[in-house]
């Protein structure tokens, strides 16, 4: 029985950078070489980035695309590296974009794999299965594939296999039994969602039953706009065995040894299995086995839910402030919880020296609150300022007649003015700190508190972002460290202190009951009757579903965030902003 030394290279590849991309991928196939790897692999569409979206209607990026291939599989023989199969994600086409005029019938752009070795293009696969669900629009950009790509290295039949391939029964992993082969490779752009690697364990043990054969699963990590990916590679035999398993939310090389049977089918045929063409192809050369104690990869065991979202958090805002150019960011500290773990959130991204939090007092603003907000600089050490507002208030009071609520949003925007100004005059970009639960029903003042560029709680419940700080504090204390977050902001009753005594109680059901109405509904799809039955008050449930419906435009309008939940508010969750429906009929 042969043995391969894989190598699955988690890395954070950046979308539209192919020099950047390819780059990585010829330092990272060098650290595999020098562990002695016989295969490397590499995530989905690695040297585009992904998702593309509708840049995969540019001809000229799909160009440039087939030519970074072309030139990395030269550059990796340059290197002294063509020996060793890499396996690599990028963004093919063998037909025109399927939404200009001369689209031809099962031709289009492709999601595709191509396996690199002696300084050519050995062999390449187009996948099969095409998400169209969630954040996925694969079916508007892609053609699927109808052909099983199965490579001989080193004595093992091996086929290529792209994401959601997995995740679905049938197709490629059915043909890879049918075809024999001894191990699939599976390489992924999978998002990530909270519990989402109990998930996927199973499913990798399903189709590696399915295809009676080993699965190397390798996932990208990185944030790219509202999207996280969190690594979790892995490989799983066919009876089930998880060898070896990545850390999650940090690049990483995965190497491991693995037994695996000898191929036994005739090199260079070609047989139709589960609807698909089986095209063999066979590398004739690979790296020589390595020789001393076999590699291990070792097993990374899952951590904690509050510890899981931090690190999503943690990573999709690093990525969106250093992917984007931006030196730092600025936030307003209000005192409350939810500025306070924002501002946690941008310390452990980004570092003290790159964030800048703003007290922002006006008349109603308590002595404790902002005493809350010195108190959290303090403790993280971030630039601190306290810009009052009142006077900008009076300013324009004087000015209008204004009263109630047009007051206190008032008050909110002038702070909105003010970070803007700052992020204008500064370079910084501006976080808004508004949770899933104040976007899901309104509580937010356009063009005031719901002012930023990028939102790094925006699909974070309320409640969890008070497990969250909770979460924090108590992982600094464990390594001896200040806790960064105010025990007073945890604490005390939620406010936007717009008005006198103001609680956010006033307004809105106890958080308490008001997240599982919004998490049945929002993440769900519960209507009222279901939400009813499932023990909620149906005058509660008929006003949180009224907050939220009407609250769609600025939904809309609000700052990107990361995505956590298996339906963020953005691409996850699409609904008419003018729609007379409602769940009371």
């Known amino acids: 029985m042969p043995t391969l030394r894989l190598a699955l290279s988690q890395v954070n590849p950046r979308v539209g950078d192919l020099s950047g991309n390819a780059g990585q991928v010829r330092s990272w196939t060098r650290r595999a070489a020098d562990a002695g790897a016989q295969l ?68 289009g752009a492709r999601n595709a794999a191509a396996l690199l070795h002696r300084g050519t293009v050995v062999a390449r696969y187009f996948k099969h299965h095409l998400p169209n669900y ?37 197709g490629p992993f059915a043909a890879a039994r049918q075809a024999g082969v001894g191990l699939v490779v599976n390489i992924n752009g999978s998002p990530y969602e909270l519990n989402k690697d109990d998930v996927r364990l199973p499913l990798v043990r399903r189709r590696a ?16 706009d509202e999207l996280v990916f969190e690594g979790d590679s892995m490989i799983v035999t066919a009876d089930g065995e998880l060898l070896t ?15 695996l049977p000898a191929a036994t089918t005739a090199p260079g045929s070609q047989s139709v299995a589960d609807d698909m063409r089986v095209v063999h192809s066979i590398v004739e050369t690979i790296p020589p086995a390595p020789t001393g104690p076999a590699a291990s990869g070792g097993l990374i065991e899952p951590v904690a839910d509050e510890a899981e979202v931090w690190q999503a958090l ?35 991204a980004l570092g003290p020296d790159r964030v800048v939090g703003v007290s922002l007092p006006s008349q109603h603003s308590s002595e404790h609150s902002r005493e809350d907000a010195a108190d959290l600089a303090k403790r993280t050490g971030l630039d601190y300022r306290v810009e009052p507002i009142q006077p900008m208030v009076d300013s324009f009071l004087a000015n209008l007649s204004l009263s109630g609520i047009a007051v206190e949003n008032l008050q909110a925007r002038v702070r909105g003015v003010i970070l803007m100004a700052l992020s204008n005059q500064e370079g910084h970009l501006v976080l808004t700190t508004g949770n899933k639960s ?57 406010s936007a202190e717009l008005s006198p005594g103001q609680l956010d109680s006033d307004s809105l059901p106890d958080y308490d009951v008001l997240d599982p109405i919004l998490i049945g509904y929002v993440d ?33 309008q609000s ?18 902003i003018t729609n007379r429906w409602r769940e009371d009929g």
């Open 40 to 107: 490397v692999l590499f995530p989905e569409m690695m040297l585009t980035g992904y998702p593309v979206e509708d840049l995969v209607f540019r001809r000229s990026f799909i160009a440039a695309s087939r030519a970074a291939l072309e030139r990395l599989a030269a550059d990796l023989a340059a290197d002294g590296l063509g020996d060793l199969p890499v396996v690599v994600g990028y963004l093919d086409a063998d037909g025109p974009p399927q939404v200009s005029g001369d689209a031809e019938p099962g031709r």
């Open 134 to 170: 969630g954040v996925f629009d694969e079916d508007r950009y892609f053609i699927p594939g109808d052909e099983l790509t199965v490579v001989r290295i080193g004595g093992v039949d091996t086929a290529l296999t792209i994401c959601e391939d997995l995740w679905q029964a049938g």
């Open 209 to 224: 039953a399915e295809a009676g054969a080993t699965v190397a699963y390798v996932n990208m990590i990185g944030g790219q």
């Open 245 to 259: 398993r990545a850390p999650q939310f940090v690049e990483h090389l995965l190497v491991h040894d693995v037994d």
């Open 314 to 348: 943690v990573l999709g805002l690093r990525d969106y402030v250093n992917k984007n150019g931006f030196p730092s960011v600025v936030l307003g500290l209000s005192g409350g919880i939810d500025s306070a773990v924002v501002a946690a959130l941008a310390v452990d």
């Open 438 to 494: 104040e976007l899901a029903v309104g509580y937010s003042t356009l063009y005031g508190d719901s002012v930023g560029g990028f939102n790094p709680i925006k699909d974070v419940w309320k409640t969890l972002v008070w497990r969250l700080a909770k979460w924090r504090n108590a992982d600094a204390a464990r390594r001896g460290e200040t806790a960064p977050i105010p025990e007073n902001s945890i604490g005390k009753p939620p």
């Open 524 to 556: 769900g799809d519960l209507g009222r009757d279901g939400l009813v039955e499932s023990g909620h008050d149906p005058a509660v449930v008929d006003r949180v579903l009224r907050l939220v419906d009407t609250a769609e435009y600025k939904r809309r």
């Open 559 to 576: 700052a990107p965030g990361a995505k956590i939940s298996m339906k963020a508010f953005g691409r996850d969750r699409r609904l008419p």
